[in-house]
């Protein structure tokens, strides 16, 4: 065995036991602890919630293992197995061997065989998990069509992403990885920029929050934390899910942007169960904004 393989192998093992490991500790540790509220949360989560959430945590992390080992299978076929050779002389029928094209034709093959197998777990995560613990509202119709998006996006925006990568491979020598680091630094923060415009609105709709009460209690957060938004907005997350949720998307004046399923859930007293968690929500994203450098304002 060649010395590479032999680290390859023993460096996928590590990983794959370790992600394993943690599944699992993890998963023993929540149904520990199902049968009881921790006590600085006592008055706010009933038991049964709690026990929710707890099984949902616990059946989504299960999925996870069979997800883990699933991509460290797919992983020993590109490389051991052959599949990544399988492929590329498949497109050599085609393409001259070396070439853009066929550089290009190898990278979606490995990302649509990559897909195929995500595809049962995120069915079964969607339509089984999601739907047994009452948050799945998406129709079979509506993840073909997100998946027919995600799919023409990726084409557009990944090809030529790809060609620039193979082309920097090819003219920039020993380098090439610098350089090809930083145009993946430039493409990162170019979609965080255009994504509220241009990619988000294809899949969401987004609609300036109309609840005058809510907004001033969101903007008063926005501001004990610091942070200044560059607009609040609801986004029919609804049409997906139940799941309550908080975000920022953007670059240098994000905008906020909640589930309508969560605004639709607040209470308007101020110390309401719903109205706290709606304010961690928001809190959360602000401090998760905070944490990825989104720019704050000086108060």
């Given amino acids: 065995m060649h010395g590479f393989t032999a680290v390859f192998l023993v460096a996928l093992g590590l990983t794959t036991l370790v992600r394993l490991w943690l599944s699992q500790r993890h998963i023993r540790y929540v149904l520990a602890n199902r049968n009881a509220v921790p006590a600085e949360f006592s008055a706010s989560i009933p038991l049964a919630a709690h026990q929710k959430a707890a099984d949902y945590t616990a059946a989504k992390t299960r999925l996870g293992v069979l997800e883990t080992l699933a991509a460290a299978a797919l992983l020993l076929g590109f490389t051991l197995g052959g599949g990544l050779q399988f492929l590329s002389e498949a497109w050599q029928r085609i393409f001259e061997a070396g070439g ?13 065989v990559s897909s195929a197998l995500d595809l049962p777990f995120s069915l079964y995560r969607t ?34 992403l790809a060609f620039v990568v193979l082309w920097l491979m090819a003219k920039m020598g020993e380098s090439w990885w610098f350089y090809v680091w930083l145009t993946w630094v430039a493409f990162n923060l170019v979609v965080a920029a255009i994504y509220p415009t241009l990619i988000a609105p294809l899949f969401n709709k987004f609609s300036p929050l109309e609840d005058a009460d809510l907004r001033s209690r969101i903007e008063s957060l926005l501001a004990k934390c610091g942070f200044r938004a560059r607009g609040l907005f609801v986004v029919d997350n609804s049409r997906r899910s139940s799941h309550g949720n908080a975000f920022f998307s953007g670059l240098v004046r994000p905008s906020a942007s909640c589930s309508s399923t969560l605004s639709f859930r607040v209470s308007p007293h101020p110390r309401s169960r719903r109205s706290s968690r709606t304010n961690w929500a928001i809190f959360h994203a602000v401090t998760c904004g905070s944490a990825w450098g989104l720019r704050p304002a000086r108060v």
């Fill in 100 to 112: 853009y094209a066929h550089g290009i034709a190898l990278i979606v093959s490995v990302v649509l």
């Fill in 127 to 160: 339509f089984v998990i999601e739907a047994r613990f009452g948050f799945n509202r998406m129709s079979l119709a509506l993840f073909i069509a997100d998946l027919a998006k995600l799919a023409a996006l990726g084409a557009l925006i990944g090809m030529p």
